[in-house]
T-cell receptor, first 110, second 115 residues
Framework: GQNIDQPTEMTATEGAIVQINCTYQ??????LFWYQQHAGEAPTFLSY????GLEEKGRFSSFLSRSKGYSYLLLKELQMKDSASYLC???????????FGKGTTLSVSS | GAVVSQHPSRVICKSGTSVKIECRSL??????MFWYRQFPKQSLMLMAT?????????EQGVEKDKFLINHASLTLSTLTVTSAHPEDSSFYIC???????????FGSGTRLTVV
């Protein structure tokens, strides 16, 4: 079967660093995506990993280990506006639909 | 960057009527588009894969006669919710994959409320 697991909720304070973990099991693999979604809005793309290692993009970084079926999203210098749901998604094969995890709701407090 | 336009953003309809939702890729071609449904505080659940010029592929448990999908061109897919019922009330989101890239771009979503 196909399964993507991530924590349901996380909390953090402004200025802190938070790491959101994701484990996946898919029949094939063509990349791991992270999206940010605010309530009532569509997901917005954050990162894409297809090879092992760390991809850094400003305050956000994403890591992938294909052998472990594991990824994480690292958010640095947290801001209140980072409060949102973070969705981990995997692509089975090129061109097929993304399979989403249940999402992690991050609450950032002052 | 790639943009996907989805309309309408919100719609309220009476039980038993049909609603059509459009999804357009504005600056790229998308042979394949995807339709998702999201209930409150839940993740995106894939409903169907829309293929240009051919029949859509529906996920298990999704009624193809109720959720009609048409993908008549490389930039437009439509989802029609037929004979809508209150339990169809949800957030519907389309996604398109750029044929020339790897990215998946999402539309802004449609909040459907059936009364």
């Amino acid at each position: 079967g196909q399964n993507i697991d991530q924590p349901t909720e996380m909390t953090a304070t402004e200025g802190a660093i938070v790491q959101i973990n994701c484990t996946y099991q898919t029949s094939g693999f063509n990349g791991l995506f992270w999206y940010q979604q605010h309530a009532g809005e569509a997901p917005t793309f954050l990162s894409y990993n297809v090879l092992d290692g760390l991809e850094e993009k400003g305050r956000f970084s994403s890591f992938l280990s294909r052998s472990k079926g594991y990824s994480y999203l690292l958010l640095k210098e947290l801001q209140m506006k980072d409060s949102a749901s973070y969705l981990c998604a995997a692509a089975n094969q090129a061109g097929t639909a993304l399979i989403f995890g249940k999402g992690t709701t991050l609450s950032v407090s002052s | 960057g790639a943009v996907v336009s989805q309309h309408p953003s919100r719609v309220i309809c009476k039980s038993g009527t049909s609603v059509k939702i459009e999804c357009r890729s504005l600056d790229f071609q998308a042979t394949t588009m995807f339709w998702y449904r999201q209930f409150p505080k839940q993740s995106l659940m894939l409903m169907a894969t829309s293929n240009e010029g051919s029949k859509a592929t529906y996920e298990q448990g999704v009624e193809k006669d109720k959720f009609l999908i048409n993908h008549a061109s490389l930039t437009l897919s439509t989802l029609t919710v037929t004979s809508a019922h209150p339990e169809d009330s949800s957030f519907y989101i389309c996604s398109a994959r750029d044929d020339g890239g790897y990215g998946y771009t999402f539309g802004s979503g449609t909040r459907l409320t059936v009364v």
